[in-house]
């Protein structure tokens, strides 16, 4: 039961992320080099974009872990 929920969360959080990240940058190819990068080519706008995303990720993974 613990396990379906941690996995449920995980995948929710990834979908979440994915679908917000497409949303800000049209070009496909870029946000997949944008997940291959390290994030020290990144500009600081785009670094603190990332931390958001990365927080927003966070917050959607516990609020799927309670909800389901």
Partial sequence: MLTDKIIISIVVAIIF??????????????NIGFFM?????????EKILSMIFSLITI?????AYFIF
């Fill in 17 to 30: 992320w994915v679908v917000s990240y497409m949303t800000m940058k049209n070009d496909f190819k870029k």
């Fill in 59 to 63: 917050g959607a993974g516990i609020a």
């Fill in 37 to 45: 990068l390290s994030r020290k080519k990144l500009d600081q706008p």
